[in-house]
């Protein structure tokens, strides 16, 4: 029994020490591509550790993904006990586990060297019986390393490749490279099931990247690590996913993920206009206006380039004022789109953008100008009637021009309105109001509120309110007071002016009423105590009145003081 059980123990040494191999020549050189990765929490805390390598010049690596899951920052030590931070995460899948990282570039993180000692990476599947060895982190010199025999090669997630190993390697080997015999890497390692090794292909990291619009699976698996994420793989895709980001994320985030474009694809000429959008609210206006003459000198289309150009300009202008920035005016944005409708003068939007600038400006007769010639073309249009009756107010031309103008746009629309007719009624409303066609705007108001399938705000049953007591629909105005006071039920100035109504119409035991219901949360309102005691001395409780108007008189209030006089 002792012999068979010598004989076992012997066998079982002799497979462990097959599994152990010499390092091959070529394991010296692979060693510097091969790096210790730690992940940290929010509070700079050590929360993994883990190998990985590098698969691009540029510090493009990989890992495996319970590394970096939970981690908010990481750090990557080569060999020669260098240290780099990991500034992007390029693309993750957990169910692979393995995320594909990029360091700092030398320019960030003032590096001498411009590159990274990069894993020649295998173009050819690796064969069942074929050789492997695989070659974790360390920092002792390496003498020795596990080899196995490929017993199996499988496909998944279209079409990428899996290997079965003749073997398992401990924890301590997740995600380390494995290499054929010429020194190629085939894959990174996974966890081992049994006396199983298991490989995912070197070529399942091309599936690994970001998404310009990402599945849930996807995004899910990214969200679980807190590191910045990258760009897609192509410009494309990237413009596309910076246009998603740009309204999710900080001037700096924005930014940051704009430099990374930028340093990608220098030639592309987008990524210096989307560049200039954040370093003009960030106040770097020199740095901007640089990103605008690359992006004119690297664009194809001149036209287009001028306009965005001008756009630019003239949205500093209009909404950042301050702090000024001398070499940008609205001449200068002018002679930008000048430009372009030099080039494509029938180019609709560049005319608009124009007329915006103008008005900007001021110069409300060019732009008056500017939309004539527009009307007596077929791109006229509701929008055009619209900014031209704008242009109008403000060179102080009459209520009714305006409204003409308003009027055409509203013909243009089809019967019946669609939804977006309601801001040209709402404005025409407001017009008839100013010209005191207080029944023409109550009708416009009630347009607006069926386009908006009553979706109105209180200051909208507010304003319709006051627009009925002066076209003396007062029934009108007091449901619409009665429907704000609903809505916000502790606003004073709505039960001020509901009561101020019912005294007009005297309903005197209605505002009573109506100013208890202030005066329950706003117990020392001077209007509520001075109109309620009015109404109280014209309904027979004249005493009750005059006391309360002594309240309001005590408060400070000179208009109940005068009643008071009067009525004694």
Request: proline residues 3%; hydrophobic residues 40%; contains cysteine.
């Amino acid at each position: 029994m002792k012999r068979i059980y010598l004989l076992i123990l012997s066998v079982i040494t002799l497979t462990l020490q097959a599994q152990e191999a010499a390092v091959p020549k070529w394991g010296s050189k692979v060693m510097k591509g091969i790096v210790s990765v730690l992940s940290y929490d929010k509070d700079g805390n050590l929360l993994k550790s883990g190998t990985g390598f590098y698969i691009s010049a540029d510090g493009l690596g990989l890992a495996d993904y319970n590394v970096f899951k939970d981690a908010y920052s990481a750090v990557v030590v080569d060999t020669n006990g260098e240290k780099s931070s990991v500034e992007w995460i390029m693309g993750a899948d957990d169910t692979y586990s393995i995320v594909k990282f990029k360091v700092a570039s030398s320019k960030s993180s003032g590096k001498k060297k411009d590159s990274v000692a990069a894993l020649p990476l295998s173009e050819v599947t690796a064969s069942e019986g074929a050789m492997v060895w695989t070659l974790k982190y360390t920092k002792d010199k390496l003498t020795s390393c596990p080899t196995a025999q490929v017993s199996g090669v499988k496909t998944v997630a279209d079409s990428c490749t899996y290997y079965t190993l003749s073997y398992g390697t401990d924890e301590s080997y997740i995600g380390a490279p494995v290499f054929n015999a010429k020194g190629e890497v085939i894959g990174m390692t996974q966890p081992s099931m049994g006396s199983n090794g298991y490989v995912l292909g070197i070529d399942f990291a091309n599936t690994v990247s970001i998404k310009a619009i990402p599945t849930k699976v996807n995004a899910l698996a990214l969200d679980a690590i807190h590191i910045p994420k990258g760009l897609p793989d192509s410009d494309g895709a990237s413009l596309v996913y910076l246009y998603m980001k740009s309204n999710s994320m900080s001037n700096e985030e924005y930014l940051s993920l704009v430099n990374l474009f930028v340093d990608t694809w220098p030639e592309n000429a987008e990524g210096y206009i989307r560049r200039a959008t954040p370093l003009v609210d960030m106040h770097r206006f020199d740095e901007a206006d640089s990103d605008l003459q690359t992006y004119y000198k690297l664009s194809a289309d001149k036209a287009l380039a001028n306009s965005k150009i001008a756009d630019i300009i003239n949205t500093k202008l209009v909404y950042q004022p301050e702090p000024k920035y001398d070499k940008w005016t609205f001449d200068l944005a002018l002679d930008h789109v000048d430009k372009a409708l030099s080039e494509r003068p029938d180019v609709l939007e560049y005319k608009m953008l124009k007329g915006q600038i103008l008005m900007a400006k001021k110069d409300f007769r060019g732009a008056i100008d500017l939309y004539e010639e527009i009307l007596k073309s077929d791109d006229r249009s509701p929008e055009i009637y619209y900014v031209a009756s704008i242009a109008h107010d403000g060179a102080g031309d009459t209520v009714d021009v305006q409204i003409e103008l308003l009027d055409s746009a509203i013909a243009m629309f089809p019967t019946p309105m669609p939804a977006e007719a309601a801001q040209y009624i709402l404005r025409r409303g407001q017009l008839h109001s100013v010209a005191g066609h207080y029944r023409d705007a109550v009708n416009d108001y009630n347009q607006y509120c069926f386009l908006c399938n009553n979706k109105v705000n209180v200051s909208f049953y507010y304003d319709r309110a006051k627009l009925e007591d002066k076209a003396r629909m007062y029934q009108q105005a007091l449901d619409d007071l009665t429907t704000a006071i609903g809505m916000s039920p502790r606003i004073p100035m709505l039960y001020i002016e509901k009561c101020a109504l019912l005294l007009k119409v005297n309903e005197l035991d209605e505002c009573i009423n109506t100013a208890n219901q202030l005066l329950a949360f706003d117990a020392e309102n001077v209007d509520a105590l001075r109109i309620m005691g009015y109404a109280q001395t014209q309904n027979g409780k004249k005493e009750l009145g005059k006391a309360n108007l002594q309240k309001a008189a005590d408060l400070g209030d000179e208009s109940a003081k005068e009643i008071l006089k009067q009525i004694e």
